[in-house]
C-alpha cells in the first residue's frame, strides 16, 4: 500500500540556521512528490513539486528538496530558515491510479527559535 | 488569478444536523478533491469530482456525499453530524484528470457540538 512517512513530528532550530524536513515514502510506481506548508488554521501552500528529471528542485520561499530513489526519500531543505517559517509540512505522494489523489504524511511541526 | 475560495470559513452544527460546505476552484480546473483534516487524523482524502462526475471516494460513510456543478464548483454534503466530524475540511482543485498538482483552499473549520 502507498504510505508517507515523516519521521519527525517536531523540529526546532534556530533562526538562521539550515534546516532538513525527513520524507519517505513507499509507492509501487515512480512517484510524484509534494512538499506543503500549513501556517495555523490555513489551508496548504504549495512549496515545490517533483515529477521527473532534475532530482533536485527548487521552490518558493527559498526552499528545495532531493529525490532519492535510492532511498525512497524526499527532503526538504533550506540554508537558512526565518521566523515566518514556522509551521506545519506536509509531504505528499501524488498517485497515478484511477484515484489521482493525495497520500499526505502525518506532518513535521517546525518551531524557529529567535 | 483567484485561488481555490471556500465558504463558510467556520461553522458550528449540533449533532445530528446537516451542512453544505461549498468550494470554488481555480478557473481552468476541472478536478475538486476534498480532504478531511481532523486532530490527530491528518490529511484523509475524502471525495474526488472531474467533469461533473464522482470518480472516486476515500474511506468514509455515505452520510458524507457531494456535487460538482457545470461550473466546476463544488459541494460537501454530511449528513447525520457526529462530534467526530469536528475537523478542517479542505477543498483543493487540479487542472484535469491525471494532473495531482493540486491547489488547496483555506478550508472550512467544522465543530460540531
Known amino acids: 500500500a502507498q504510505s508517507v512517512t515523516q519521521p519527525d513530528i517536531h523540529i526546532t532550530v534556530s533562526e538562521g540556521a539550515s534546516l532538513e524536513l525527513r520524507c519517505n515514502y513507499s509507492?509501487?510506481?515512480?512517484?510524484?512528490l509534494f512538499w506543503y506548508v500549513q501556517s495555523p488554521g490555513q489551508g496548504l501552500q504549495l512549496l515545490l513539486k517533483?515529477?521527473?528529471?532534475?532530482?533536485l528542485v527548487q521552490g518558493i520561499k527559498g526552499f528545495e528538496a532531493e529525490f532519492k530513489r535510492s532511498q525512497s526519500s524526499f527532503n526538504l531543505r533550506k540554508p537558512s530558515v526565518h521566523w515566518s517559517d514556522a509551521a506545519e509540512y506536509f509531504c505528499?505522494?501524488?498517485?497515478?491510479?484511477?484515484?489521482?489523489?493525495?497520500?499526505f504524511g502525518s506532518g513535521t511541526r517546525l518551531l524557529v527559535r529567535p | 488569478e483567484a485561488g481555490v475560495t471556500q465558504s463558510p470559513t467556520h461553522l458550528i452544527k449540533t449533532r445530528g444536523q446537516q451542512v453544505t460546505l461549498r468550494c470554488s476552484p481555480i478557473?481552468?480546473?476541472?478536478?475538486v478533491y476534498w480532504y478531511q483534516q481532523a486532530l490527530g487524523l491528518g490529511l484523509q482524502f475524502l471525495l474526488w469530482?472531474?467533469?461533473?462526475?464522482?470518480?472516486n471516494r476515500g474511506n468514509f460513510p455515505p452520510r458524507f456525499s457531494g456535487r460538482q456543478f457545470p461550473n466546476y464548483s463544488s459541494e460537501l454534503n454530511v449528513n447525520a453530524l457526529e462530534l467526530e466530524d469536528s475537523a478542517l475540511y479542505l477543498c483543493?482543485?487540479?487542472?484535469?484528470?491525471?494532473?495531482?498538482?493540486?491547489?488547496f483552499g483555506q478550508g472550512t473549520r467544522l465543530t460540531v457540538v
Open positions: 483543493a482543485s487540479s487542472y484535469g484528470r491525471g494532473n495531482t498538482e493540486a491547489f
Open positions: 509507492y509501487g510506481a515512480t512517484p510524484y
Open positions: 517533483y515529477f521527473s528529471g532534475d532530482t
Open positions: 505528499a505522494v501524488g498517485l497515478m491510479d484511477s484515484s489521482y489523489k493525495l497520500i
Open positions: 478557473s481552468g480546473h476541472t478536478s
Open positions: 469530482y472531474d467533469e461533473g462526475e464522482e470518480r
